[in-house]
C-alpha cells in the first residue's frame, strides 16, 4: 500500500491524514458512501487519478511520532474523501502514437496507474482505436477442492493446480461504458447455455482485440499459466498497477519473443525497464536518466 501521512496536533491528540492509492473498505470505522464504487470507476474512466483520504486522531505526545511503526498509525481511519487530478494529454502525444501505428509500430503502456485511467489515456491518445475489442484479464484465487476442473473451458478459461490453492482466469469485455460482460472457469449447471455463451465470447475475442492487465493479476499469469501469458505478451497493450520490477520483468520477457523493445519512462520506477530495455530514453533528467542510456533534451 502506497501512503502519505500529514501530521497536526490537537488538544486531544495527534491528527493524522493518511492519502492513499489503495484503501481497504473492510478496515475502516466509518463506512464508507454506498455510491462509492459508482463514483469511482466513473472518475477513473475519465481519465482522473484518484487517491483516497482517511483520517484519524493518535492518543500520543507530537514527539513520540516517529517511534511508532506505519502500521499503526494506517490502520482503523475514518474515510473522508476522494482526491482526483487530471494529467492532460500533451499535444504531442497523440501524433507520435499515430505515427507508429501507422509503421506498424507496436505500442504498449506500462504504468502503475489504475487500470480504467490507463484506458482512458489509452483511447484519448489512439494507441486504442475506439472500435477496437477490449479484454480485461483477470485472476482469482479458488479454494482447492478435488473437484476443479483442471481443463481449458472452451477456450475461454483456465484452472490451474497451485497448492494449497488454484487460480482462475477471468476474461471481462469493455467497452465505453465498463465491463459489459465476462466469463470465468466456474463451473455451471446450464452447460448448454453456457457452452453457447462461450462460443458467442470467443468468437468476439477472435476479433481485432486488446488485452488489458493489472500488476496482481500479472503475476499469478506469468506463473501459473504459460500459455496463457505468452498470448498476454503477444496481445497485451495497457498494463496497470504495475511494479518496478514488474516493469523490468515484462520488458525482458518481450525481447524472449524477438521484439526489439524501446522504453521510455521519467521515473525512478522506470528505472529497471529502462535499463533492460534494447533503448531506454529518460523523458527527464531526474531519477529515470541516471539508469537510461540516452536522455530526451526536451524535459517533456
Keep these: 500500500v502506497v501512503c502519505m501521512c500529514v501530521w497536526c496536533t490537537c488538544v486531544c491528540g495527534v491528527h493524522v491524514y493518511v492519502v492513499c492509492m489503495y484503501i481497504l473498505l473492510s478496515s475502516s470505522p466509518s463506512p464508507v458512501p454506498s455510491d462509492f464504487h459508482v463514483v469511482l470507476e ?6 482522473l487519478r484518484v487517491i483516497a483520504v482517511g483520517h484519524r486522531t493518535l492518543q500520543v505526545a507530537f514527539h513520540k ?6 502500521d499503526e498509525v494506517e490502520c482503523g481511519l475514518t474515510f473522508a474523501g476522494l482526491i482526483a487530478m487530471e494529467n492532460m494529454l500533451k499535444p504531442e502525444t ?30 484519448g491518445c489512439g494507441m486504442v482505436a475506439l472500435d477496437d475489442q477490449i479484454i480485461i484479464m483477470k485472476t482469482e484465487v479458488l479454494t482447492s477442492s478435488p473437484d476443479l476442473d483442471h481443463k481449458y473451458s472452451e477456450k475461454t478459461s483456465l484452472l490451474a493446480s497451485h497448492t494449497p490453492k488454484a487460480f482462475a482466469v477471468h476474461y471481462s469485455l469493455l467497452d465505453a461504458g465498463g465491463v459489459d460482460d465476462s466469463r470465468s472457469s466456474r463451473r455451471t449447471e446450464d452447460c448448454g447455455s453456457e457452452k453457447k455463451r462461450n462460443q458467442d465470447f470467443k ?10 492487465i493489472e500488476g496482481s493479476s500479472f503475476h499469478v499469469v506469468q506463473n501459473d499459466f504459460p500459455d496463457v ?7 497485451g ?27 521510455c519512462g521519467d521515473g525512478a520506477n522506470d528505472c529497471g525497464a529502462l535499463k533492460a530495455a534494447h533503448v531506454g530514453i529518460s523523458l527527464s533528467e531526474a531519477e529515470a536518466s541516471v539508469a537510461s542510456p540516452f536522455t530526451s533534451k526536451v524535459p517533456n
Excluded: W
Excluded at 504495475?242 to 525482458?252: F, G, I, R, S
Design 42 to 47: 466513473g472518475l477513473t474512466q475519465r481519465g
Design 203 to 212: 468468437a468476439r475475442m477472435d476479433a481485432n482485440f486488446h488485452l488489458v
Design 237 to 263: 497493450t495497457v498494463f496497470a498497477r504495475m511494479a518496478p520490477d514488474q516493469k523490468a520483468q515484462l520488458v525482458t520477457d518481450l525481447q524472449t519473443l524477438g521484439y526489439g523493445v524501446c522504453m
Design 94 to 123: 497523440t501524433p507520435v502514437i499515430t505515427t507508429l501505428r501507422e509503421a506498424a509500430i507496436r505500442t504498449v503502456m506500462i504504468t502503475g496507474d489504475n487500470l480504467l485511467t490507463a484506458m482512458s489515456v489509452a483511447r
Design 65 to 70: 511520532i516517529d517511534r511508532i511503526e506505519r
Design 229 to 235: 501469458y505468452q498470448k498476454l505478451l503477444v496481445k
